[in-house]
C-alpha cells in the first residue's frame, strides 16, 4: 500500500473514532442529566361553583343579577313572592310590642293585693271572717298568675315575630360566596321549585387547576409543592400555584392520577375553564425509566 493509502486510512480512521467518541458523549450527557422539569397539560376550573336554587316553591317577584356579574357573600341575588309573609311578620310585631295585656294583668293584680292586705287587717281587729280572707287571697293568687301568663304571651309572640322572619328571609335568595355569575336560569315570573336553580355561581380566586399525569410520576408530586402555570392563549403568561390534592386513587383505564393545585387569582383577572400546561420541578421518566427502577438487576443484565 502506498504512503497516500495509508494516510487516507489514517484519516478515515481518525474521523470514524471522533464520530463515535461524539455520539458517545452525546448519550452519556442524555443519561447522566435527564431533563429537570415535566410539563402536562391541565385545565383552570373555578375552585367552587354553586347553583342557588329556593328553600321555598313559589314564584320569583325578581332577580337582581344577571350572567358576568361580580357578586359578594350575602349579597341579595333574587326575592321570592312574600306578601303575605310580610303581612303576617307585621301584625305579629304590633301584637309583640302592645303590653296592654300586661299592664291591665298588673293593675288587676295590685288591685287584688290591696284588698287581700285590707282583709287581713280587718281580720286583725275580728272584723271580717276569714272565709272573706281566704277568697281575697285566691283572687290576689289568680291575679298573679295571669299576670305571669300575660307576660308569657308577649314573649311567645316575639318568638313567633322571630320565626315569621325566618319564613321571610327564606324568600330572599342570597349568595354564599365571592363569586361571579355563569348562569341565570330562571327570570322574574318563573315558578321555582325546589330541586331547580335560579343562577350558578362560580368562585375563581382561587382557581383549581386540575391536571392528570402518569401513575409513574406517582410519589414525585407532593402536596405543597410549587410548579409553574402556562394559561393557552390569548392570556399567556406564567404563574406560581401550590399542589393541595394528590389522589390516591388511580385511573386504571389511563393509568393516571389526578393533581390539584390552587392558583392565587387576585382581582379575578384569569379566566376559569381555560386550557394550560403545568411545569413541576421533577424530572421527566419514562417507561423505560420506570422500568429500570423497579427490575435494576434485569436492566444491568441487559446491558
Not at 1 to 29: H, N, P, Y
Not at 153 to 159: E, H, P, T, Y
Request: with cysteine.
Amino acid at each position: 500500500m502506498t504512503d497516500a493509502g495509508t494516510r487516507l486510512q489514517e484519516k478515515v480512521s481518525s474521523g470514524i473514532r471522533c464520530f463515535a467518541a461524539g455520539l458517545l458523549a452525546a448519550v452519556v450527557c442524555t443519561v447522566v442529566a435527564p431533563a429537570l422539569a415535566a410539563t402536562f397539560d391541565c385545565v383552570m376550573d373555578p375552585f367552587l361553583t354553586v347553583k342557588l336554587g329556593s328553600p321555598v316553591t313559589s314564584v320569583l317577584s325578581e332577580v337582581l343579577v344577571d350572567r358576568g356579574d361580580l357578586v359578594k357573600k350575602g349579597q341579595i341575588i333574587a326575592r321570592i313572592e312574600s306578601s303575605v309573609e310580610r303581612a303576617a311578620v307585621a301584625t305579629n310585631e304590633a301584637r309583640a310590642a302592645s303590653t296592654a295585656e300586661i299592664e291591665a294583668k298588673q293593675a288587676l293584680l295590685d288591685q287584688k293585693s290591696g284588698v287581700y292586705k285590707r282583709k287581713l287587717d280587718l281580720q286583725s281587729h275580728n272584723v271580717t271572717s276569714a272565709q272573706d280572707v281566704e277568697t281575697a287571697q285566691a283572687d290576689f293568687n289568680v291575679a298573679k298568675q295571669e299576670l305571669e301568663l300575660a307576660r308569657l304571651n308577649r314573649q311567645m309572640a316575639l318568638l313567633e315575630v322571630d320565626r315569621l322572619r325566618a319564613l321571610l328571609e327564606q324568600r330572599t335568595i342570597r349568595s354564599p360566596i365571592d363569586g361571579i355569575v355563569g348562569q341565570r336560569s330562571l327570570g322574574p315570573g318563573e315558578f321555582a321549585r325546589q330541586d331547580a336553580n335560579i343562577v350558578t355561581i362560580a368562585s375563581i380566586d382561587p382557581l383549581s387547576v386540575e391536571a392528570y399525569l402518569p401513575v409513574r410520576y406517582f410519589g414525585s408530586i407532593k402536596v405543597g409543592d410549587v410548579a409553574n402555570v402556562h394559561p393557552d392563549d390569548p392570556v399567556g403568561g406564567e404563574y406560581q400555584a401550590a399542589v393541595s390534592i394528590v389522589d390516591r386513587v388511580f385511573d386504571a383505564a389511563s393509568g393516571t392520577f389526578g393533581v390539584r393545585l390552587n392558583l392565587p387569582n387576585s382581582g379575578n383577572l384569569l379566566p376559569g375553564g381555560l386550557r394550560c400546561h403545568v411545569t413541576f420541578d421533577v424530572p421527566e421518566k419514562s417507561a423505560r425509566d420506570l422500568m429500570a427502577s423497579e427490575h435494576p438487576a434485569g436492566s444491568r443484565a441487559a446491558r
